[in-house]
């Protein structure tokens, strides 16, 4: 009951600090809703394919035009292309779990006030150990670390990344205040573990 009362502020929370309507998360969709998206022209197609197990992730030219397509300004299709992103970070391991890192960045960077709702979204539920916000901020952790030694090309670092989302701050309410200043914590935990 404290978990669902503890949404239900958080939720009025988004809405009374933008003060405009936030898109939802693919799994608050109905039925009726995701169908939308599935049936849509607009819905690319690979992206379809990798919904309806047609399509598996490897590291591929494939897999990485759709991460390219997940990770690129959409946010029409923003609900579906998370949830279809976050799936792929889930079951990505060994060498495929080291593409992730630049995706993880692009997704935060184009959507910081989406990506944070949902790590607080994470934390409220008690979902499995805020299992994607755990999985961002290792990826981006180690892709940042490798970026400051002169290793990767991603164009930022821990500094000028967590400042970009720091200038958004001011659009996050309080639960995702505290949802962002422990996802960039744990990307300097996942930097300092790789010295």
Do not use: H
Not at 5 to 31: Q, R, V
Not at 128 to 150: A, C, P, T, V
Not at 177 to 188: A, E
């Amino acid at each position: 009951m404290k978990t669902l009362l503890l949404l239900a502020i958080y939720i009025l929370t988004l809405f009374a600090n933008t003060g405009e309507s936030i898109l939802p998360y693919w799994e608050a969709l109905n039925k009726k809703e995701q169908d939308s998206y599935l049936l849509s022209t607009k819905t690319n197609k690979l992206a379809i394919d990798y919904y309806k197990k047609r399509f598996k992730i490897s590291d591929d030219t494939r897999t990485i035009e759709l991460l390219n397509i997940l990770t690129t300004k959409n946010e029409e299709m923003l609900p579906f292309y998370f949830f279809i992103f976050n799936d792929i970070c889930s079951k990505s391991d060994g060498a495929f779990s080291e593409l992730m890192g630049p995706y993880c960045i692009k997704m935060a960077l184009a959507y910081p006030e989406y990506v944070v709702g949902f790590f607080s979204l994470e934390r409220l539920k008690k979902r499995r150990e805020n299992k994607m916000l755990d999985y961002y901020s290792l990826s981006i952790g180690e892709e940042l670390y490798f970026s400051e030694q002169g290793l990767s090309d991603i164009g930022y670092t821990y500094s000028s990344f967590s400042k970009i989302l720091n200038d958004k701050n001011s659009a996050f309410n309080e639960e995702d205040k505290k949802s962002l200043n422990i996802f960039l914590n744990k990307i300097k935990d996942s930097m300092k573990n790789m010295d």
